[in-house]
């Protein structure tokens, strides 16, 4: 189905909106509800869930989702989405066309998306960020979700992600000038990933201190290409009945408690990034950010904490590091 602006709104009258409303409010100080505005993706990572949504792509119009958003405003006062699309906003001049038609009727409403940084860079205009980031900026956009990945651009090949490390620094960085508050998924594990590869993506997040992280090890989901290069090794692993997101379910270049301890750390280390930046920002008399008493306090545990889990990273390499030295002797004679 190609329009989706056809499609009528979902039955929000059938959702106890009070009640609702009630807990996100007592748990969180403001009301959200989720949204879609998409179906589909056009981009081709070998790892992702295409089986499920396919490459096609269709959106729904700006108006017609701000029709939207204008209704649930209206009747049920919320006062945030989170867009739940793969890629929000990806056809040209949508996001745009979007901003123009809140700021048309006046609304006032925050939201958050995932999205790639190739596309929030593309009408960019150079230096005065007048494209996309901006125009989300000015539309009431408040977090933003990219698939960052890997700091390493040989990973991002082998994904055949199609972006470029450096366009996750700079639209890490426009979306920190816009106000954007910039959050990084990141993947580890994908084969052929080597330490070299992890320490490049542990520098990036440590240099660019986003708001937030996400971290998963490479999942071989069916269908894709990636599955169909590991699925020989998958053995009895092979649902999530049998494992999570940390775990590994082939042969990678570690074994599964090195990717724990490797979790861990990464979270300490950016815990302790985010600490640093906020005190160094006090102590110049500049605004050390949200929630800085707690990043700044946080230093007495996450500094600590991130040691501890990189001395265990690092002894999970070296025992993996000691049993291919010894495999490779004894089939060496």
């Known amino acids: 189905m190609h329009d989706l602006d056809a499609i009528p709104f979902p039955a929000w009258d059938l959702v ?22 998409t179906r589909g993706c056009p ?3 070998n790892w992702c869930a295409k089986p499920i949504y396919g490459n096609r792509y269709n959106a729904r119009s700006p108006r017609n989702v701000v029709d939207e958003i204008d209704m649930l405003i ?7 989405i989170w ?32 999205a790639r940084v190739d596309l ?44 470029k490390v450096e366009q996750i620094f700079t639209a890490v960085r426009n979306m920190q000038k816009e106000g954007i508050k910039p959050c990084l998924f990141l993947q580890f594990g994908y084969p052929g990933e080597t330490f070299a590869d992890i320490r490049k993506t542990i520098n990036m997040v440590n240099t660019l201190v986003p708001y937030d992280i996400g971290i998963s090890v490479s999942y071989p989901l069916p269908g894709t290409s990636f599955y169909e290069r590991v ?22 270049s570690y074994p599964p408690a090195f990717y724990r301890a490797l979790h861990r750390y990464v979270h ?24 800085a008493t707690y990043r700044i306090t946080g230093l007495l545990y996450f500094i600590p904490a991130s040691i501890w889990f990189g001395i265990r990273m690092r002894m999970h390499q070296r025992i993996q590091k000691d049993a291919t030295t010894l495999q490779t002797r004894t089939i060496n004679g």
Not at 74 to 80: D, K, P, S, V, Y
Not at 149 to 154: K, M, P
């Open 43 to 45: 981009f081709k990572c």
């Open 83 to 114: 867009f739940c699309d793969d890629i929000f906003g990806l056809k040209p001049g949508w996001i745009k066309t979007f901003r123009d038609e809140i700021r048309a009727r006046d609304l006032k409403i925050r939201y958050k998306i995932q």
């Open 120 to 163: 929030l860079l593309e009408e960019e205009g150079g230096e005065k960020f007048t494209g996309n980031i901006r125009a989300l900026a000015e539309s009431g956009c408040d977090e933003v979700w990219v698939g960052a990945e890997s700091g390493s651009q040989n990973i991002l090949d082998a994904m055949d992600k199609g972006t």
């Open 16 to 37: 106890d909106m009070q009640q609702y409303a009630a807990v996100w409010k007592k748990h969180r100080g403001y009301f959200s509800i989720n949204m879609s505005t």
């Open 231 to 252: 699925k020989n090794q998958l053995q009895e692993k092979q649902n999530w009945d049998d494992s999570d997101d940390l775990a590994m379910m082939y042969r990678g």
């Open 74 to 80: 209206r009747q049920f006062g919320i006062e945030h």
């Open 268 to 291: 300490k280390r950016f815990r302790v990034a985010q600490g640093s930046l906020a005190l160094r920002r006090l102590l110049t008399f500049r605004d050390p950010g949200p929630r």
